[in-house]
Antibody, heavy 122, light 110 residues
Framework: QVQLLQSGAEVKKPGASVKVSCKASGYTFTSYGISWVRQAPGQGLEWMGWISAYNGNTKYAQKLQGRVTMTTDTSTSTAYMELRSLRSDDTAVYYC???????????????WGQGTLVTVSS | QSVLTQPPSASGTPGQRVTISCSGSRSNIGSNYVYWYQQLPGAAPKLLIYRSNQRPSGVPDRFSGSRSGTSASLAISGLRSEDEADYYCAAWDDSLSVVVFGGGTKLTVL
């Protein structure tokens, strides 16, 4: 069965960086993409970006451009999302989600990780 | 302010049919498929409808989606208590080159 297992909760100070992992199992990792979606406390969903596990191509939300990097390690079927220069409004639950298209970004996320809470506080 | 507009809340009694709307523009709903997600309290979102009106396997046929012009809607018939959740619509926006979500609708089963 398809599973996306994310790394544990993080507490960071403003200005620091965080790297969240998402280990995939139960499917051919390189045949899909991975999107990252975050949800601030009590708020809605915000798409952060997408990476193709097939060729490493990325597409980031413009508001995060320059602060976010998404990568994959195909040898371990793991996707990573690094967010730098953290601010208090980056406090959120971060989700990875499988995207059925390996070369095209769509809002089609058929499996989700359990979420990783990142708290940014001084 | 979300690019896609949803009512913040909706409600219904068991057995009723409820509809949740999602309003957008020509650059998103008007030219791309709409997706719907259900988020139960404390859980990750779950894909409910893809390509505007298709149900993934395992999603009951009580859930249906439609799209017309720059709006879309999610209908839930035979409402059950376990349908109480937040519902989000999503689409690709050609102008912004991003995935956009609605602000979410909290469904209460009375």
């Amino acid at each position: 069965q398809v599973q996306l297992l994310q790394s544990g909760a993080e507490v960071k100070k403003p200005g620091a960086s965080v790297k969240v992992s998402c280990k995939a199992s139960g499917y051919t990792f390189t045949s899909y993409g991975i999107s990252w979606v975050r949800q601030a406390p009590g708020q809605g969903l915000e798409w952060m970006g997408w990476i193709s596990a097939y060729n490493g191509n990325t597409k980031y939300a413009q508001k995060l451009q320059g602060r976010v990097t998404m990568t994959t390690d195909t040898s371990t079927s793991t996707a990573y999302m690094e967010l730098r220069s953290l601010r208090s409004d980056d406090t959120a639950v971060y989700y990875c989600a499988r995207a059925p298209h390996m070369t095209t970004v769509t809002p089609n996320f058929d499996y989700w990780g359990q979420g990783t809470l990142v708290t940014v506080s001084s | 302010q979300s690019v896609l507009t949803q009512p913040p809340s909706a409600s219904g009694t068991p057995g009723q049919r409820v509809t949740i709307s999602c309003s957008g523009s020509r650059s998103n709903i008007g030219s791309n498929y709409v997706y719907w997600y259900q988020q139960l309290p404390g859980a990750a979102p779950k894909l409910l409808i893809y390509r505007s009106n298709q149900r993934p396997s395992g999603v009951p046929d009580r859930f249906s989606g439609s799209r017309s012009g720059t709006s879309a809607s999610l209908a839930i018939s035979g409402l059950r208590s376990e349908d109480e959740a937040d519902y989000y619509c999503a689409a690709w926006d050609d102008s912004l080159s991003v995935v956009v979500f609605g602000g979410g609708t909290k469904l209460t089963v009375l």
